[in-house]
T-cell receptor
Framework: AQKVTQAQTEISVVEKEDVTLDCVYETRDTTYYLFWYKQPPSGELVFLIRRNSFDEQNEISGRYSWNFQKSTSSFNFTITASQVVDSAVYFCALSERGTSYGKLTFGQGTILTVHP | DAGVIQSPRHEVTEMGQEVTLRCKPISGHNSLFWYRQTMMRGLELLIYFNNNVPIDDSGMPEDRFSAKMPNASFSTLKIQPSEPRDSAVYFC????????????FGEGSRLTVL
């Protein structure tokens, strides 16, 4: 069975600090997709990134970067120079081949608070 | 372009009442998902449809829950009778159903059962 673990329940940082959110997953499949979603205080779920299991290249998008390592089954998310607007709950999620790719298994989420 | 539209945004009801949550997926998307978010269980998939057909309802908690998708542009999630433990935020999401997908979520329906 697939499982996603976000060990950090809450993280608190001061603006401009870098912060890394950890995500560890379990799957028996060799083909799968990993996702990060952001849930700001307003409550909606905002898609941030999707990564397939065959692409281990790290990705950078502005202040966001993602480090995917199959060897450790991890897909960590780093925010550089954090801002107050980054305060949100961040979810890591996994979907496996052979199911609908929308059938996501979510981690429990990490609450990030960025203080001014 | 309109995103996934859910209604109502907030619902407060009394135990035993019937609750109907509604969802309009993004036009052209052929997969639709109902997720539930609670503090205790996090985000969990209840049911999903592909081309209006229920594919997997293994996440539906019990017979009090039912979901329908009568056409490509509308789905309902019904709880009858409702119980306080059903209090949660219910999200609807849609996708193109392609192999590489991004789920687009609605803003959620916050249900409180007293």
């Amino acid at each position: 069975a697939q499982k996603v673990t976000q060990a950090q329940t809450e993280i608190s940082v001061v603006e401009k600090e870098d912060v890394t959110l950890d995500c560890v997953y379990e799957t028996r499949d060799t083909t799968y997709y990993l996702f990060w979603y952001k849930q700001p205080p307003s409550g909606e779920l905002v898609f941030l990134i999707r990564r397939n299991s065959f692409d281990e290249q790290n990705e950078i998008s502005g202040r966001y970067s993602w480090n995917f390592q199959k060897s450790t089954s991890s897909f960590n998310f780093t925010i550089t120079a954090s801002q107050v607007v980054d305060s949100a709950v961040y979810f890591c999620a996994l979907s496996e081949r052979g199911t609908s790719y929308g059938k996501l298994t979510f981690g429990q989420g990490t609450i990030l608070t960025v203080h001014p | 372009d309109a995103g996934v539209i859910q209604s109502p945004r907030h619902e407060v009801t009394e135990m035993g009442q019937e609750v109907t949550l509604r969802c309009k997926p993004i036009s052209g998307h052929n997969s639709l998902f109902w997720y539930r978010q609670t503090m205790m269980r996090g985000l969990e998939l209840l049911i999903y449809f592909n081309n209006n057909v229920p594919i997997d309802d293994s996440g539906m908690p019990e017979d009090r829950f039912s979901a329908k998708m009568p056409n490509a542009s509308f789905s309902t999630l019904k709880i009858q009778p409702s119980e306080p433990r059903d209090s949660a935020v219910y999200f609807c999401a849609s996708s193109t159903g392609d192999e590489v997908v991004e789920l687009f979520f609605g803003e959620g329906s916050r249900l409180t059962v007293l």
